[in-house]
């Protein structure tokens, strides 16, 4: 295998999160500061967070839309952030990569979590008119995932179908099958 930085070896996203450990303040300025300097088309930077750390308002209303297969794990969660994007900037003008320059904040944030130690996980499995009603989110906003961040908690805490994925070995396609050509 070639050769791969600490940081993305390591990186992996857990179902099994700590349901008690919290997040300092400090960690997550530290997150938001990395997605804030991902790369994005003509410095778009079309990326909008918003972050519920467990028990508060925001969490619950976050985690309320995400679907019932990954509420059981993304309720263990410290911290739940709701990734979205604009379409559009300020006067008007598309933002055609937007989508994929979030994709490279969230990219970011999650190589900075694994940096501290944290793991996140994403779903996009949620109710965006839900998440819009309860969020109150304007127009322009599109959500688009939603991460899960925390400390690592016991797999055997979890359900036996998310415990068996939980455990079992982290499987990528070789590169080989990636390439169109």
């Given at each position: 295998?070639?050769?791969?930085?600490?940081?993305?070896?390591?990186?992996?996203?857990?179902?099994?999160?700590?349901?008690i450990?919290?997040?300092?303040?400090?960690?997550?300025?530290?997150?938001?500061?990395?997605?804030?300097?991902a790369?994005?088309?003509?410095?778009?930077?079309?990326?909008?967070?918003?972050?519920?750390?467990?028990?508060?308002?925001?969490?619950?209303?976050?985690?309320?839309?995400?679907?019932?297969?990954?509420?059981?794990?993304?309720?263990?969660?410290?911290?739940?952030?709701?990734?979205?994007?604009?379409?559009?900037?300020?006067?008007?003008?598309?933002?055609?990569?937007?989508?994929?320059d979030?994709?490279?904040?969230?990219?970011?944030?999650?190589?900075?979590?694994?940096?501290?130690?944290?793991?996140v996980?994403?779903?996009?499995?949620?109710d965006?008119?839900?998440?819009?009603?309860?969020?109150?989110?304007?127009?322009?906003?599109?959500?688009?995932?939603?991460?899960?961040?925390?400390r690592?908690?016991?797999?055997?805490?979890?359900?036996?179908?998310?415990?068996?994925?939980?455990?079992?070995?982290?499987?990528?396609?070789?590169?080989?099958?990636l390439?169109?050509?």
């Amino acid at each position: 295998m070639a050769q791969l930085s600490p940081l993305l070896a390591a990186r992996w996203s857990p179902h099994a999160f700590n349901p008690i450990a919290e997040l300092t303040d400090a960690e997550v300025a530290s997150l938001l500061e990395a997605a804030r300097w991902a790369p994005s088309h003509g410095n778009s930077q079309p990326w909008r967070f918003l972050l519920g750390r467990r028990d508060d308002e925001a969490y619950k209303r976050i985690l309320t839309n995400v679907s019932p297969a990954d509420q059981r794990w993304a309720g263990r969660a410290s911290a739940l952030l709701l990734a979205a994007h604009v379409t559009a900037d300020a006067v008007g003008a598309p933002l055609t990569y937007a989508a994929y320059d979030l994709g490279q904040a969230v990219a970011h944030l999650t190589v900075q979590a694994t940096s501290l130690r944290l793991h996140v996980r994403q779903t996009a499995a949620f109710d965006e008119a839900g998440l819009r009603a309860d969020l109150d989110l304007p127009p322009e906003v599109h959500p688009h995932v939603v991460v899960a961040i925390g400390r690592l908690g016991d797999p055997y805490s979890l359900p036996e179908d998310l415990r068996v994925r939980e455990v079992g070995l982290r499987q990528r396609r070789p590169v080989a099958e990636l390439m169109l050509g």
